[in-house]
């Protein structure tokens, strides 16, 4: 019986020592790894081509905070001043973009990403609502709509 423990306590130790890095590379690869991001349709918003998607469950649920990453292609990013995603109805006013009810976009140069609050009683025709105001003060809008990636 000792014979036996002695081999077989080697491979727990391996075990023990490989586990740990098995869990490790798995947090580090993210939700993108386990295939449940969600991807929304590419759209145009100013001179940008934006692709979202959304880490977690879609669509969202009100009352719960939405995880959202935001590609910027085709455009010059440094000429975004603040970049807000929000669920409603409409899309915000210039004033509303720095409110509580809107996720600011931070990040690098071409990925970005943002924490939305999901509103607890959504409008029947809720949208994500992406604005983008440049340094020139202009604003620009695109939405997706909650029903379909």
């Given at each position: 019986?000792?014979?036996?423990?002695?081999?077989?306590?080697?491979?727990?130790?391996?075990?023990?020592?490989?586990?740990?890095?098995y869990?490790?590379?798995?947090?580090?690869?993210?939700?993108?790894?386990?295939?449940?991001?969600?991807?929304?349709?590419?759209?145009?918003?100013?001179?940008?081509?934006?692709?979202?998607?959304?880490?977690?469950?879609?669509?969202?649920?009100?009352?719960q905070?939405?995880?959202?990453?935001?590609?910027?292609?085709?455009?010059p990013?440094?000429?975004?001043r603040?970049?807000?995603?929000?669920?409603?109805d409409?899309?915000?006013?210039?004033?509303?973009?720095?409110?509580?009810?809107?996720?600011?976009?931070?990040?690098?140069?071409?990925l970005?990403?943002?924490?939305?609050?999901?509103?607890?009683?959504?409008?029947?025709?809720?949208?994500?609502?992406?604005t983008?105001?440049?340094?020139?003060?202009?604003?620009?809008?695109?939405?997706?709509?909650l029903?379909?990636?």
């Open positions: 019986m000792t014979m036996r423990w002695a081999r077989f306590k080697y491979h727990v130790n391996a075990a023990l020592l490989l586990l740990p890095l869990f490790l590379v798995t947090t580090l690869m993210g939700t993108e790894a386990e295939g449940s991001a969600t991807s929304l349709a590419p759209k145009s918003v100013g001179p940008w081509q934006v692709a979202p998607k959304a880490a977690g469950h879609w669509p969202p649920r009100p009352g905070e939405l995880d959202m990453t935001v590609r910027f292609d085709g455009g990013v440094a000429q975004i603040t970049a807000v995603l929000t669920i409603g409409q899309a915000p006013a210039a004033t509303d973009l720095l409110s509580p009810t809107a996720g600011l976009l931070h990040g690098g140069e071409v970005r990403e943002a924490h939305v609050p999901v509103p607890a009683a959504m409008p029947t025709n809720a949208e994500l609502w992406l983008v105001e440049r340094w020139d003060g202009s604003l620009h809008h695109v939405s997706w709509g029903d379909t990636p």
